[in-house]
């Protein structure tokens, strides 16, 4: 089950977020040790603005009560109209539609919001995201920054048409 992030999930996303940087710490722009130190009211105000407006999103994978994914969307800095930002599949989950779905929920907010675009960054040595992002119609654009949690690695951009 795919949806939306309420203002009850705050524990499950806090949960959820620290288990995506543990398991994959270079496909975050942020750490575990950072996301790890936030305060609880910072944990609150991210959840809340996440489920509700239209500047940004969060959605959510279940199995039963477990989360296995998420993945949110928000402005883009750049040329996009939006971004998909904090995609991440619990690795038992990896190779189903469940990151199929997490990005079609961004996709669908985004398009449902106007948008005619939506970029991301993803780390350049991360093969199997960068395939899956390009069956999934994104294009890399040759832009390349340092990753944010560990500038010795770069990410890529691509971007997509809505």
Not at 6 to 29: H, I, K, M, Q
Not at 112 to 122: D, H, K, Q
Not at 148 to 157: A, G, M, N, Q, V
Request: charged fraction near 30%; hydrophobic fraction near 40%; aromatic fraction near 8%.
């Amino acid at each position: 089950m795919i949806r939306r992030i309420t203002a009850d999930d705050v524990e499950v996303f806090r949960e959820t977020r620290l288990r995506a940087l543990a398991d994959s710490p270079s496909s975050f722009g942020s750490t575990y040790a950072a996301e790890a130190a936030r305060q609880h009211a910072d944990w609150i105000d991210r959840v809340v603005h996440a489920a509700e407006g239209d500047e940004r999103v969060m959605f959510l994978a279940f199995a039963g009560d477990e989360c296995i994914g998420l993945a949110g969307g928000g402005d883009d800095d750049y040329d996009a109209d939006r971004q998909l930002v904090s995609m991440w599949v619990h690795a038992s989950y990896r190779g189903t539609h469940v990151a199929t779905e997490l990005l079609g929920a961004v996709v669908e907010w985004a398009r449902a919001g106007g948008a005619r675009t939506i970029a991301l960054w993803v780390t350049k040595d991360n093969d199997r995201a960068r395939r899956f992002y390009g069956r999934m119609g994104f294009e890399i654009t040759g832009d390349v920054q340092p990753l944010p949690s560990d500038p010795c690695k770069d990410e890529i951009r691509m971007i997509r048409e809505l």
